[in-house]
Every structure is written in structure tokens, then in C-alpha cells.
């Protein structure tokens, strides 16, 4: 869409058809001058943006790193929460949860994911492993 825009004011100013007509020399090349002014302006900001995004990529994966490791690190005190299920829940219930997570977080499901994964993966499992042993054997 911001590129129909651009083509727009390029029209605009190559168009004999303007505001304050070209054919007065100076003063009929200022609204051409502005719609140019805006277009570059408009571009460098396009620029900018995505140099900002492109800094920030790195910075958000190592913040969702160090949230990961935040949020296992509360969430091991509550077993329920690990598994996503209410304190109140039943045995069939409990046992679901922990099935879906399990297979979800199995080591060998994320194999073909790189070593990264693997670990984190392997990490979460344990924590899985480790609630519903905790809500079992009370």
C-alpha cells in the first residue's frame, strides 16, 4: 500500500496538471518540491524501521531466552502450572496434560531441529517429568 503512495506523488510530479501550474519557473515547482521532500522523507523512515527491526531480532531472542529461563524457574515450584491444568483437576485430566506435553516436548520429536532446541526441549521434558511425578506421588 505505501508503495501505491509513492507512485502517486511520482506521478504527481512528473504530471503537467499540478496545484500551482509548472509552467510558472520557480514558484510551480514548490508542490513538486514538497511531494518530493515527502517521498524521501517517507523512505528514510521505511530505512530506518527496518534497521531497527533488524537490531532488535537478536536482542528479543536473547530476552525470550532469559524469560524462558525465568518463567521454568517459577513455574517448577507449581507442578500444576507446568502442566497448564487447575490444582483441582482429575486423574484423566492430569494424565491428558501430561501425555500431550510429553509428546510435544519429547527429545526425540525435536531431533531434526538443530542442538538449541534439543536442549531446551530436553529441559522442558524433565520439568514435565518432574510435575506429574510430583502431583502422582504427593
Do not use: C, T
Not at 6 to 13: E, R
Not at 44 to 64: D, I, T
Not at 111 to 118: C, D, M, T, V
Amino acid at each position: 500500500m505505501a508503495w501505491i503512495w509513492i507512485i502517486l506523488a511520482l506521478l504527481y510530479i512528473l504530471s503537467p496538471y499540478d496545484l500551482l501550474p509548472d509552467f510558472i519557473p520557480l514558484r510551480g515547482w514548490l508542490d513538486d518540491l514538497v511531494v518530493l521532500m515527502l517521498i524521501v522523507r517517507y523512505v528514510m523512515r521505511l530505512r530506518k524501521a527496518k534497521q531497527g527491526e533488524r537490531q532488535q531480532r537478536p536482542q528479543q531472542e536473547s530476552n525470550w531466552h532469559q524469560r524462558e529461563d525465568q518463567k521454568s524457574e517459577s513455574e517448577a515450584e507449581d507442578p500444576y502450572r507446568v502442566l497448564g491444568i487447575s490444582p483441582g483437576a482429575a486423574k484423566e485430566e492430569i494424565q491428558s496434560a501430561y501425555r500431550k506435553l510429553a509428546s510435544q516436548y519429547h527429545p526425540d520429536k525435536v531431533a531434526h531441529l538443530g542442538a538449541e532446541f534439543q536442549q531446551l526441549a530436553e529441559k522442558r521434558f524433565k520439568e514435565i517429568q518432574q510435575a506429574y511425578e510430583k502431583i502422582r506421588n504427593p
